[in-house]
Nanobody
């Protein structure tokens, strides 16, 4: 059984930084591309960052240059370093495989950017 547990969210001022973590259990992790997704209030969930099994990242235009995705296959961890945060980054952030699987969604971690 696969479990993905996100952590590291919180309240931050505009321009601030946060580091999100995703702990992956189960056998799927090291061979799969992983993604960070977010769902802002009133919007659909969107994919914002992907990292291949080999560690090649890609980003949505909305976060490019501000967010950095990384992974530690030995530890079963995926990270999202976020800087230059904006109020429009306020959302619940999730990790999942890419493409995502419905059974893998966790509870996410709330990020609120507000002054």
């Amino acid at each position: 059984q696969v479990q993905l547990v996100e952590s590291g969210g919180g309240l931050v001022h505009p321009g601030g930084s946060l580091r999100l973590s995703c702990a992956a259990s189960g056998s799927i992790f090291s061979s799969r591309a992983m993604g960070w997704y977010r769902r802002a209030p009133g919007k659909h969930r969107e994919l914002i960052a992907v990292i291949t099994a080999d560690g090649v990242p890609n980003y949505a235009d909305s976060v490019k240059g501000r967010f950095t995705i990384s992974r530690d296959n030995a530890k079963g961890m995926v990270y999202l370093q976020m800087s230059g945060l904006k109020p429009e980054d306020t959302a619940v952030y999730y990790c999942n495989t890419e493409p995502s699987k419905s059974d893998y969604w966790g509870q996410g971690t709330q990020v609120t950017v507000s002054s």
